[in-house]
Structures are given as C-alpha cells and as structure tokens.
C-alpha cells in the first residue's frame, strides 16, 4: 500500500506562487518503479493531470496549461514530491491531488483513471 499526504495549499492572488508538497509512505518508499503526478480538479470540472514524474527518472511531464509555470519535482530520500506554482491564475483554482502508481515501464501517461493511488487533496485559491 501506498499513502500521501499533501500540504501547502492556501489562498494568493493572482500572479503569486505556491508551493505544494506530498509525503509518501509504504511500498512507494523502497521503491523507485512508481510514477508521481499532480491532478487538481476545480468546481464543476473533471479532474485533470497538472504534472507527473518518475521516481526512478528525471523527465518529468506537464499539461499545457501549466507548461512555464509549474515545475514538479521529488526528493526520494525523503519520499517527497513537490509542485512549485508561480504566476497562478484565477482558473487554477482547484483542490489539488498528488497520486501514484506502480509502473515499471516507467510509463506515466494513461489518464486520471489509471492511477491507484491518491491523497486526500489541499485546497488552492487564487484570487484576481
């Protein structure tokens, strides 16, 4: 089993930055075969993929609404992933959701459906 906690959430203006982070514990922690990502879901929208990166690599992937403005990176000794938001927008209100999953192709696509593992999301506002 794997569990993840997200901190880091809160409320900014427009043009401010955030930086999210999400401790994961279990069989993630001995392992690097697992993808990371970011989803965020807003009011009334699906839940969307922001970002994910391999524990066991470094390329790391992102959706195009976010592309220069987010960067996702983890720290594996200390089983941490992180999501640095700088020029955040009105529309990236959401709640955000770190996830997992096990994959030893190294593989992280496939869509929100794919993924196992989640945590229980911190809230970001962003204010104009």
């Known amino acids: 089993q794997v569990q993840l906690v997200e901190s880091g959430g809160g409320s900014v203006q427009a043009g401010g930055s955030l930086r999210l982070s999400c401790a994961a514990s279990?069989?993630?922690?001995?392992?690097?075969?697992?993808?990371m990502g970011w989803f965020r879901q807003g009011p009334g929208k699906d839940r969307e993929e922001v970002a994910n990166?391999?524990?066991?690599?470094?390329?790391?992937r992102y959706a195009d609404s976010v592309k220069g403005r987010f960067t996702i990176s983890r720290d594996n000794a200390k089983n941490m992933l992180y999501l640095q938001m700088n020029s955040l927008k009105p529309d990236d209100t959401a709640m955000y959701y770190c996830?997992?999953?096990?994959?030893?192709?190294?593989?992280?696509?496939?869509?929100?459906?794919?993924?196992?593992?989640w945590g229980q999301g911190t809230q970001v506002t962003v204010s104009s």
């Open positions: 996830a997992a999953d096990y994959r030893p192709s190294g593989y992280c696509g496939g869509g929100v459906r794919t993924w196992n593992y």
């Open positions: 279990g069989h993630i922690s001995r392992n690097t075969n697992y993808c």
């Open positions: 990166i391999y524990r066991g690599g470094d390329t790391a």
